[in-house]
């Protein structure tokens, strides 16, 4: 069973799913750590209830990203992390974590990408008249929501639409679409090494 830890700034909707996928049985995983950079963020209380373990931190607290970066790569080698989930975490990842997980980060964004990257994806989506929405799951390199996409899931963008109903719309879909697709990704290995997870 592969550990691994997610990454959240919010409220944790999508760590939920994780953590509830891996009571019920359905992902076979180990969620060593919660990793959090907002000391008033609800998933901190989620990943309590869960029991499982927290790293919280300020980045104002450090002189650069790569500080607070090794201090984070520290952690995650001692609960033998493995792979590194994205859940609303509102920060890029820099050298010193994408070298030590290189092609085992992966991150969840709430639009087809390469459409609408970055925050407020679903406001972009809405405020261009966009007809489709929708989740993508990708690998993470360097750039804004840029890494090797892995799967998508689109979702029309009724007349009607609301910001509200497009959220829990795509929010459905992400709760339901991570677990499986993390269930896949840990049974087959990394997106370096094997050819088959790009090509799912
Ligand atoms: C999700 O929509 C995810 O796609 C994006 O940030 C949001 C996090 O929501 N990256 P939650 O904290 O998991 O509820």
New binding site residues.
Partial sequence: MKNIAIF?S??????QAIVDAVQTGELAAHISLLVCDKPEAY?IHRARAANIPSFVFRAKEYPSKEDFEKEIARVLSRHNVEWIVL??YMRLIGATLLKQYEGRIV????SLLPEFPGKDAIGQALAAKARWSG?TIHYVDEGMDTGPIIVQERTPIEENETRESLQQK??AI?HKLYPSILKMLLTIGDGKHDEKARTY
């Fill in positions: 959240a919010g409220s944790g909707s999508n760590f998933v859940a609303g991150n969840i964004h709430p989740v795509i929010q992400e």
